[in-house]
């Protein structure tokens, strides 16, 4: 397998997909389409070996990556039209998939799969790109029958082979999951320190442990990359934080003399424990 | 300062106070007052030199530190009458102050220090005991006039000796700061673990990345530790969940089409950064 990849959008994932993609002897050649700017680094680093528009790099492509925001992702997808090679696999990294896909499937005679590497960095950018980033993480591929395609078996074994666990499910199984592992935890960690950045003023000690330390490194995160993923997910988002509310109901009911935590607070550590196993 | 001191519930931080007070040159003798299988363990590491009974150990002690559980401290108190040497520092290590303050003031003739250590591990008991832990860290001592006695000035002294950081303030400004610092980020992350756990099934794939395993973390604590702090701190957790609802409130009235995040983003963003600082 020698291919010429495509990476539309070559930032920490794409750039690392990129790096490991060559690293692992899979890509003969890489083609990057970004802003000037980033070319000017991705080519500087080794990461892309050519710079070009998508108009360009689409037709000679084996498999396109596309790596940039989710909305940039789904405004690609009409451009695509008639640009893909017969056989070609194209595929994404969007934090999110059913808006993806779902922009993806109005683009005639091109088989697309979506993809969600479950890895990342607190630092984003080409410049942080690491061929190691997908070791021993979830990548998640999509398939909304269930049924794979050799082109969706081809990529699946593309993934194995750069150190990532491939696992399938549809667009709409994955929204589901990541609003309650991911997307939930982060609106909780910046809810929080949102909520203690009224509390204490400038002048008051902040009295933290590592505790807090943990509970606050999500609400560091950037919001342009969650205004998308806030934008495509908003249904599983608010039942994830209804769900929640229940937990939480328990525990104000229990603050306030009515039942006590200690069923709930086992079934959190054994989940928390699972998590770690 | 060569003191004979008492510590009463030799576990983590009476261990690692005593550890750390022979470390400094402080501690002339360590009088443990525990059950018989965790003195036996104290002696054997030398974190102790003697062990005997609240009624033996209290009168020799020029330094007595209650560090066993909240509601053990409390019941301690009345026990301590008559039994403490003129001028001699009586100090704790509860995670919540007022009600132990509370109970110290009932004990004539005694002055009491409120202090709480903000430093801990993931396991805890004396095994763990470590001369370093408090290296860095912040110790609360409590005034409830703002005035400080030549016992405060040498236990406030003593705690910077010992690599740690006093912090001066009332028992009620800390219970208020820690129900947001601590209380409050304990009950998010074990309510999102046990949520999590109901939505999850053992066959299900978690979709998890770094961020839930830190979003999680404090979900391991055990239960007896939080019974205690949970029920001696109910009124100023339950005000700091209702200001922590505004924001939630904001995310969900953002996600159901009404108003943006950025704000509260850029906010939490900038209260997360000035923690790290």
Redo the contacts between chains.
Sequence with gaps: MALTIAVVGVGLIGGSFALAAKQAGIARRVLGVSSPATLGKALALGIVDEGMTLEEAAPQADLILLSATIQSIIETMPRLRGLVRAGAIVTDAGSTKRAIVKAAQAVAEMEFIGGHP???KEKGGVEEADPSLFQG??W?LTTEDGVTSPRFDELQELVRTIGAKP?RMSAAQ?DA??A???H?????????????????HQE????????????????????PV??DI?ATN?DE??T??A??L???Q???D????EG???A?????????????D
């Design positions: 479950m890895a990342g993480r979830l998640v696992v994955h999951a990541v309650r592992t991911s939930l935890p982060q609106l909780l960690s910046t809810a929080l320190a949102a909520s203690l950045e009224q509390s204490f008051t000690p902040v009295l933290a442990g590592p505790g807090l330390l943990d509970a606050t490194r999500l609400a560091l995160s950037p919001f969650w205004k806030l908003r988002i608010r994830a934080m769900e929640y229940n937990e939480w328990t525990q104000f229990a603050l306030s003399g006590d935590l200690e709930q607070f086992t079934r959190a550590a054994a989940f928390a424990k699972r998590l770690r």
